[in-house]
């Protein structure tokens, strides 16, 4: 990453993956103390594909905002996305950005519930992006100051709106037809080996 990067990751699902993972650990120093080997090679890979699962969901995700533009880490693989083929930023479901590939949802940057929308008042709302506001200064619950979806959001829409104002984005170019995706591989090859693991350990656990 340059010097202007900056990674987003919402504060909640790093406490959630945290609590998990050790609780995961407590299971299986558990298995390990009270059933010896056999237990844990029956249990063991269901607890730590519960750990697995969760820090791949929770841990990992992000945003990544640089010069070159916005790279969305998603739970299974990661797309960059340049600034030039970036058109619109959404958060009706999730820090959504519409593009000239098409549309891309960031994982670790999902909306608020309703509870999160009436708790907010007006000075939280003021000196938002431009882009923020819809007609009479309305501000989507998405885009709220202190949710996950508004906080990237306003990270992203900060940076674009600077390479708008300043001219870079009046003509733009893109070098690629499509974007750059790349696949987790050992995230996916942990989760698989883990998940046939807890198949082989239940089967082997039902047998006579």
């Given at each position: 990453m340059d010097e202007t990067?900056?990674?987003?990751?919402?504060?909640?699902?790093?406490?959630?993956?945290?609590?998990v993972a050790a609780l995961a650990t407590y299971g299986l120093v558990s298995l390990v103390a009270s059933g010896g080997v056999t237990d844990v090679v029956r249990y063991g890979p269901g607890?730590?594909?519960?750990?697995?699962?969760?820090?791949?969901?929770?841990?990992q995700p992000s945003v990544e905002v640089s010069a070159a533009g916005v790279t969305l880490h998603n739970v299974l693989r990661s797309v960059e996305l340049?600034?030039?083929?970036?058109q619109r930023v959404d958060t009706r479901y999730a820090l959504t950005l519409v593009t000239a590939y098409g549309t891309y949802a960031a994982w670790a940057a999902p909306a608020p519930g309703r509870r999160r929308t009436?708790?907010?008042?007006?000075?939280?709302?003021?000196g938002l992006p431009e882009s923020t506001y819809g007609a009479a200064g309305s501000v989507r619950p998405g885009d709220l100051p202190g949710t996950p979806s508004g906080d990237a959001a306003a990270i992203?829409?900060?940076?674009?709106?600077a390479l708008r104002d300043a001219g870079h984005l009046d003509r733009p170019r893109l070098e690629r037809s499509r974007p750059v995706m790349r696949w987790h591989r050992t995230t996916v090859t942990v989760l698989a080996v883990l998940a046939a693991a807890t198949v082989v350990g239940l089967v082997a656990t039902h047998q006579p």
């Open positions: 990067s900056m990674v987003f990751r919402p504060t909640s699902g790093r406490w959630l993956a945290g609590v607890v730590a594909l519960v750990g697995a699962l969760v820090w791949a969901a929770y841990w340049p600034w030039p083929s970036i009436k708790d907010v008042v007006e000075p939280e709302l003021r992203v829409r900060h940076r674009w709106e």
